[in-house]
C-alpha cells in the first residue's frame, strides 16, 4: 500500500511569490489533514479534509494560505504571496477515521528568501 | 501554557539502559493519544496508540493516567537505533485535530 506522498519535497522561492503543495493521501482515507512544523517549534495542526469539505480550518494561520481538496482525492495548500514566516515543514497526513492513528508524508521543507 | 508538555530532554543513555519519558496534557476532552517517533528530518511515524489499560509493544510500554492527564513512554534494552525524536500526540475530542508535544530526544551511545 502506497503511503502519503507529498510534492515537492523541497521548495526555496521569495518572499511575495506563490507556492503550490501538494499531498496525495493513502488511498480510502477520506479524512485529510495538514499540518506545519516552523523551526523550534511544535508540530501545529492547520486544517483537516473530510473528503472534499473542510471539517476544520481553525489552525490557518490568515487568508494568505488557501487548501483545497477537489473531488475528494489529492489537496493543495497554496500561499500566496509568501511570507519569511511562512518558512517550516509542511506536513500531510491522513486516516480511514478521526479517532484512528494518522499516517504521515515525509513532508514539503518550504524556505522563504 | 502548551496543551501538551514534554521534557525537551536531551536524554543520552548507553545501550541496554531503560529509559521512560513522560508527557502531561490540560485538555480533559482528550480521547485518544499516541507515541510518535520521528528521525532528523524525516515525518512523524506512529509508534503506538496509548490506552487507559496500558499497553506493549516488544521492548516499549505505553501508560495513560485519565485523572492526572499524563501519559508515559517506557523503552527497554535500549538500541541505537532507538536514538530519534518521541513525541506525545492528543487527539483533541477525538475530532481528528493532533496536538503534539515539542518532542523528547533521545540518544543512545554505544
Given amino acids: 500500500e502506497a503511503g502519503v506522498t507529498q510534492f515537492p519535497s523541497h521548495s526555496v522561492i521569495e518572499k511575495g511569490q506563490t507556492v503550490t503543495l501538494r499531498c496525495d493521501p493513502i488511498s480510502g482515507h477520506d479524512n485529510l489533514y495538514w499540518y506545519r512544523r516552523v523551526m523550534g517549534k511544535e508540530i501545529k495542526f492547520l486544517l483537516h479534509f473530510v473528503k472534499e469539505s473542510k471539517q476544520d480550518e481553525s489552525g490557518m494561520p490568515n487568508n494568505r494560505f488557501l487548501a483545497e481538496r477537489t473531488g475528494g482525492t489529492y489537496s493543495t495548500l497554496k500561499v500566496q504571496p509568501a511570507e519569511l514566516e511562512d518558512s517550516g515543514v509542511y506536513f500531510c497526513a491522513s486516516s480511514q477515521a478521526t479517532d484512528q492513528p494518522q499516517h504521515f508524508g515525509d513532508g514539503t521543507r518550504l524556505s522563504i528568501l | ?110
Wanted: proline residues 5%.
Fill in chain 2, 1 to 110: 501554557r502548551k496543551e501538551v508538555e514534554q521534557d525537551p530532554g536531551p536524554f543520552n543513555v548507553p545501550e541496554g539502559a531503560t529509559v521512560a519519558f513522560n508527557c502531561t496534557y490540560s485538555n480533559s476532552a482528550s480521547q485518544s493519544f499516541f507515541w510518535y517517533r520521528q528521525d532528523c528530518r524525516k515525518e512523524p511515524k506512529l509508534l503506538m496508540s496509548v490506552y487507559s489499560s496500558g499497553n506493549e509493544d516488544g521492548r516499549f510500554t505505553a501508560q495513560l493516567n485519565r485523572a492526572s492527564q499524563y501519559i508515559s513512554l517506557l523503552i527497554r534494552d535500549s538500541k541505537l537505533s532507538d536514538s530519534a525524536t518521541y513525541l506525545c500526540v492528543v487527539n483533541k475530542g477525538n475530532t481528528g485535530k493532533l496536538i503534539f508535544g515539542q518532542g523528547t530526544t533521545l540518544q543512545v551511545k554505544p
